[in-house]
């Protein structure tokens, strides 16, 4: 008998002890999320774990609730209620200065939100002097680097207005990675381009997925969720409907609601 109790207690806290490591793993926490607009909920208590290193790709509807999710860890949506943490800060305590949080956070949306006025190396550059006061030698040597890393070295000279939309969508994505995230989020990246440009933006995004960086990826490509992802969430009317790896989802949905949704982007 008392083996039995020394064999359960040994399980129970290798048990507790995985927990603890997952926890403390962890780049993002989030622990029943709400958010209303109103009286309206779009946010219906949400609770998520994305791991260093994890590439969890989000689909679902129109209005399901994904870019409300992703807007959140940021806090660029406040929470109506619930707990967000960032590594070992809580973003949504309103003590936390959020700005700094920020400068690890990278976040990439559906408008590239580039100035118009600044030449590609420039908007790469500025967040660097401003926010992490980097000299100006080191923000643009490190804007060339990430510009290249994107492909667009060669165009870093280049304004705006001259570049492609897929190109000015890497400007951005170089931009964020030049403030060194701990994590990228991605919003909807390629939905604004034209297909021919998707291309060369989503295969940036695999080239970052490879690299390790952990990302959360708000996205309609399919075929990116299915070959680089390390989980699947599916989110409809403001919660998370099923969530596996991709072979979990795609080949064995459990929701009717998730197959459906399938079947008619198949």
Known sequence: MSGD????????GEAAASAREAVA??????????????AQEILKGIDLTV????VVVIL????SGKSTLLRCVNRLEEATSGHIWFEDTEITDPSTKIN???EHVGMVFQSFNLFPHLTAKKNVMLAQEHVLKRPKEEAERVALEQLERVGLRERADYKPGQLSGGQQQRVAIARALAM???VMLFDEATSA?????????LDVMRSLASEGMTMMVVTHEMKFARDVADRVIFMDGGVIVEQGT????FEHPQSDRTKDFLGHIA
């Open 100 to 102: 700094k949080v920020r």
């Open 5 to 12: 109790r020394a064999g359960g207690a040994s399980a129970e």
């Open 180 to 182: 060194d995230p701990h």
């Open 193 to 201: 381009l034209d297909p021919e440009l998707v291309r060369d933006v």
């Open 60 to 63: 679902g509807p129109s209005g």
């Open 246 to 249: 991709p072979e979990d989802v």
């Open 25 to 38: 793993d962890a780049v993002i926490r989030i622990e029943g999320l709400h958010k209303c607009y109103g």
């Open 51 to 54: 791991q260093r290193g994890e």
